[in-house]
């Protein structure tokens, strides 16, 4: 029997078990402890494949005990163990830089695992040089069916220009709205074709009718609105350039984006006191019903959960206004973490397949399912978590309209240069200082 073929009926049986071993929202009240019942009648055996011994895979994952995750790892680990009859020698640890010290130590004395759940980014890439983990186009060549249900787009990317890592859930950001302020100025909420020119008549309207359009603190975080201005004159593909000059194509991106600000600003769409108002005060404006669009991060979710709890069908996850090449589909965003699968178990005849399907079993649509709330995932079909209150419903429905994610250009500056760049956002917006000139002042600190 092919490996495909075999792979695919095991995976059918841990599957079918996943769901035993319980599903749902992070929070405690709606996690279930690992199922104590035997497997349900669906095992390897029943499906005809050729039995093999059972085999321990060690692990290492994030998901230490202080992990908001941890159980509903621990139930997706006994899904697996109870299909397969394998073992899971589990090593996790709340991630932090010992830990990560930890990890690559492993890799340097020869005892690293055979599964390990890490960061996708430069700390990947001592273990990637060093030929310690398996790519993803040499698993598929065994196994075509592997991360087959994830983007392509979304893979992370290593040095040698090769995808290792079979992506987990990240972060995002994009426009919060509020739809009481929306539906009292006859403005639709908007979708994934939202277009620049589209929100300018709704800021107009809903300014007529009294309100703030764009709850911002120039003040505190202009970074949010600088990173989609950016997008706006370029690609999701140059996000992440960075200007050599002030007079370079990238520096001239820059300096439309911080004009659309200015622009922004000018038409009187931010707060009265955008320049002088934190950003915890522009946040309450929008909680409470008094501006209509915010650009914030998926850790703001939580912010409205325990702070307007009682008022969650007002807010809803939108789409940032696209024009030029990019749609509004596209966010600043990431996932940063993945599954790897060393070259250790890829060589072990006994541990290959094991693994194999260890990963697929934890990146497969069902158990993603019950990590993500509101997180971006890879997941061509989506996440489909349960038990999700109104805001963080209206997320998943939007994330799953994202077509493609890109990092925070600010990330990949100094901390220098960032300072004097957003601190410089308000004498752009005013006139004292030219959009060109601020962007060469922040360049010269890079």
Known sequence: MKKKRMLSL???????????????????????????????????ED?????????????????GGDDGNRKNYENAVAS???????????????????????????????????????????DAEPFIKAGKVVDIAAIRAEYPDYAGNMKDSMLAVASDGKSYAVPSSGFWENMFVNT???????????????????????????KAKGYAPIACSLFEVPHYWFEFAVMNNGTLEN?????????????????????????????GY????????????????????????????????????????????NFAISYVPAKGQRTAGQAIGGISMGYFITKKAWDDPA????AVAFVEHMTSDDVMSTFVTTEVTALKNGAAPSGLNPLQQSAADANANI?????????????????????????????AMSAEDAVASAIALN
């Open 403 to 431: 077509t493609g994610v890109v990092g925070a250009v600010q990330d990949t500056i100094t901390s220098e240069a960032k300072m004097d760049l957003f601190g410089n956002v308000q004498n752009v917006v005013t006139g």
């Open 80 to 122: 697996y163990e109870a299909a397969t009859g394998n073992t899971i020698l589990d090593a996790s640890s709340s991630s932090n830089e010992e830990w990560k010290a930890k990890v690559l130590t492993d890799f340097e004395t020869g005892t690293e695992p055979d599964v390990l759940f890490f960061f996708t980014n430069a």
């Open 47 to 63: 499906t005809k494949a050729p039995a093999a011994a059972p085999v321990e895979l060690n692990v290492v994952t994030s998901y």
């Open 10 to 44: 095991l995976l059918a049986g841990i599957l079918a078990l996943s769901l035993l071993a319980g599903c749902g929202d992070k929070a405690p009240d709606n996690t279930q402890a690992p199922s104590t019942q035997a497997p349900s009648a669906q095992t390897p």
């Open 270 to 313: 931010f707060p009265a006191n955008t320049l002088t108002a934190t950003d915890a005060e522009t946040v309450q404006l929008f909680g409470d019903g008094d501006a209509a669009f915010l650009i914030d991060g998926s850790w703001k979710v939580n912010h409205f959960v325990d702070n307007y709890g009682d008022a969650l069908e």
């Open 239 to 267: 996000q992440l350039d960075v200007p050599a000059e002030a007079t370079d194509a990238v520096g001239q991106k820059w300096a439309a984006a911080l004009g659309d600000i200015k622009d922004l600003y000018e038409r």
């Open 180 to 206: 009481k302020v929306l539906a009292d100025c006859g403005v639709a909420v908007p979708g994934p074709d939202y277009t620049w020119d589209q929100f300018l008549t709704d800021c107009e309207t809903i």
């Open 351 to 354: 541990k290959r397949e094991a």
